[in-house]
């Protein structure tokens, strides 16, 4: 069982393992008895054990670090019912705890919750947070991405170039000009529509033929 999956659920005693979660709730199992329940978010709040801080005389620390001490520490757990005897205990395992600002109930409830830790076998550690990107793995990646815009700005330069070599196809289509007859005459063999450029030509010749004839 791992700590960052515990939490502990308001109106309910002891400490709960996280199993999944709900829009309205949460599915929990006790470390006490095992059994397995729903608590609903509109009853029950829940405090993941992670988050938890505690006040001490100088900055405040994660529960975690209360846990460690008591791990570590050679006195025996006190009664939890005994304000005094629990209050001094933590004044002999974690004396820079503010003991003006945590309350005996505090103090009460964590003595509970680390011997459920214990006879669960929990690990007293917090789950690792993820490695800060270094700076240069910063600069890698802003190197990246400046290389990816400018591959993106050269394809759009790219294709404003390409797009204007469409434009010399249109004089190609036969406009009744002498060198548009000539062009058709020589694209006449891979193209129908050139076809119709020959018969005009040989109009002209027929004319003077017939103006001899008169004569």
């Known amino acids: 069982m791992e700590y960052y999956k515990l939490v502990a659920v308001t109106g309910l005693p002891g400490l709960y393992e996280l199993v999944s979660s709900k829009k309205d709730g949460a599915i929990v199992r006790s470390l006490q008895d095992k059994t397995t329940k729903f608590a609903s978010t509109r009853i029950h709040q829940f405090s993941h054990l992670e988050s938890i801080e505690i006040y001490t005389t100088g900055e405040n620390v994660n529960l975690v670090e209360v846990f460690q001490a008591m791990e570590k520490g050679t006195a025996a757990l006190p009664d939890a019912k005994d304000d005094k005897a629990v209050k001094a205990y933590f004044q002999e395992v974690f004396p820079v705890m503010d003991f003006d600002r945590v309350y005996n109930s505090d103090m009460k409830k964590i003595v509970k919750w680390f011997d459920i830790l214990k006879k669960n076998e929990v690990e007293l550690k917090l789950s690792e947070a993820e490695p800060e990107a270094s700076a240069e793995d910063i600069a890698a990646a802003e190197q990246m991405a400046a ?20 434009a010399p196809k249109k004089p190609a289509r036969p406009a009744g000009g002498a060198a548009a007859k000539k062009k058709a005459t020589e694209e006449g063999a891979d193209g129908e529509a050139p076809k119709a450029a020959p018969k005009k030509a040989a109009a002209k010749k027929k004319a003077p033929a017939k103006k001899k004839a008169e004569e």
């Not at 290389?147 to 469409?166: F, M």
């Open 147 to 166: 290389e990816a815009l400018k591959g993106e700005a050269v394809a759009d330069e790219a294709g404003d170039e390409e797009a204007p070599k469409a």
